[in-house]
């Protein structure tokens, strides 16, 4: 079966026929043996003449025993992505089409749970380095990480089709893809590339929760899917609480607490249309009783001022959420990015009602699960607040963590 996706996906020129051969660094071989995806420039002796982003390139150790194929990005200090290592074998359709159903059917579970929203593909964890693909209903949105995916786009895409029905595909690049554009052939981000324009708000479902979602402007993909659990888990924590939730977005934290019993949700946000957002999925669910009868209050204001000013009013809570966007994406950053968490974690603890639970995360890569635990915990003893019980989520079902490079959701609920 075709499917009328873009017709520049299915003009985009072909790849060489033959891969490129790479000669690569014994260290770069040594990665790729250990199931890396990632080969960098560095690690490359001699870069090809020719390649062209998505070209498929090949390398072999010096005894020319094959080592991995992948797609090349002239682009991208990640020359290449490796999407076989080990044992040879075509990268075409039927290898994406194999690549997909895995994907699909790790997430069956889902389906189970009143959810339609959640990451059909995790990128490295399911084997597609560079590519994510976020579902909304029946809404897609591809998010690339490379050039390389595009010579190959009409492929993966036309397999996904014939997976899974949906209406519509959005198409979101990274920084580093737009930063090249002569090379997207007119592509811009946020383009629908297959389905109708979208008209009206478009709603995902998490665990029977409605939420609006702006696959096109929204941050990420339009939501916050990777802290599902950790939202169910929120709910389980309300019944008959006063909830703080900073750093509220469109407002996930606040209606699972909401749902869970809450008296009273406090959002907070330095984003008014994202407050506005979080007071329309409030109503979005109104018929559910409990989310009906929550006091929803909003804070438009940076969360450091405003959680500063909730102290000196004497203000108390029972749980108290804290998931702050990315403060560190380069080891340079880690260190401020721990201060602020400890700044955080002490704000939250002054603001904590005795015996509260506190919820704090961080979505910061280089930041190790380990520093930030002792950070936020130093600080929180630091202020008086020692905690007990501590629990650490990781990831959740379609977040998969094959790729151990991928960990970057870190989330400890603790009570104090
Ligand atoms: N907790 C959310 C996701 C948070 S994303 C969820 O469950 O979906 C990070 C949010 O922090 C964004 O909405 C952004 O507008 C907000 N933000 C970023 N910096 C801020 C700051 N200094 N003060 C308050 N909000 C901030």
Request: a positive charge; charged letters at 25%.
């Amino acid at each position: 079966m075709t499917h009328s996706l873009h017709p520049i996906l299915s003009e985009w020129p072909h790849c060489a026929n033959r891969p490129l051969k790479l000669q690569v660094t014994n260290s770069g071989i040594a990665s790729l043996h250990r199931g890396h995806p990632w080969l960098y420039a560095e690690r490359i002796k001699e870069e090809p003449s020719q390649g062209q982003p998505g070209d498929l390139a090949v390398v072999f150790d010096g005894k020319k025993k094959f080592v991995a194929v992948g797609l090349y990005d002239p682009f991208s200090p990640i020359r290449m992505r490796a999407l076989r290592a080990s044992k040879p074998g075509p990268i075409d359709r039927d290898f994406f089409a194999d690549r997909i159903a895995k994907a699909l059917a790790r997430r069956l579970p889902l389906l189970k749970t009143k959810t339609d929203g959640y990451r059909m593909i995790h990128g490295e964890s399911d084997g597609m380095s560079g590519m994510v693909i976020d579902r909304y209903a029946k809404t897609a949105v591809v998010k690339l990480y490379t050039h390389a995916w595009l010579p190959h786009l009409y492929d993966c895409l036309d397999c996904l089709l014939e997976q899974q029905p949906l209406d519509r595909i959005v198409l979101r690049m990274s920084r580093g893809m737009k930063q090249h554009p002569e090379h997207l052939r007119g592509l811009e981000d946020g383009q629908i590339i297959y389905g109708e324009p979208i008209s009206e708000t478009l709603t995902c479902r998490e665990n029977g929760l409605y939420f609006e979602v702006d696959p096109i402007y929204g941050q990420k993909t339009g939501f916050f899917l990777d802290q599902r659990d950790n939202r169910a888990r929120v709910e389980t924590l309300s019944k008959g609480k006063r909830v703080l939730n900073v750093f509220s977005y469109n407002g996930g934290f606040s209606l699972a607490a909401a749902r869970g019993g809450a008296i009273e949700v406090t959002s907070i946000d330095q984003s008014g249309p994202a407050l506005e957002s979080s007071k329309r999925n409030f109503a979005l669910n109104a018929e559910v009783s409990a989310i009906a009868a929550t006091r929803h209050l909003t804070i438009e204001d940076d969360a450091f001022k405003a959680l500063a000013e909730l102290v000196k009013q004497g203000k108390k809570y029972e749980v108290v959420i804290i998931d702050p966007p990315a403060f560190a994406v380069r080891r340079s950053q880690v260190k401020d990015a721990l201060n602020a968490y400890g700044r955080l974690a002490q704000l939250g603890v002054n603001l904590l009602a005795p015996d509260g639970d506190i919820v704090l995360a961080s979505c910061s890569k280089p930041v190790s699960p380990e520093d930030f635990r002792h950070t936020v915990c130093a600080a929180a003893e630091r202020a008086g607040r020692p905690w007990r019980e501590i629990t650490e989520t990781s990831h959740a079902l379609d977040h998969p963590l094959d790729f151990a490079d991928g960990r970057y959701l870190k989330c400890i609920f603790a009570t104090a």
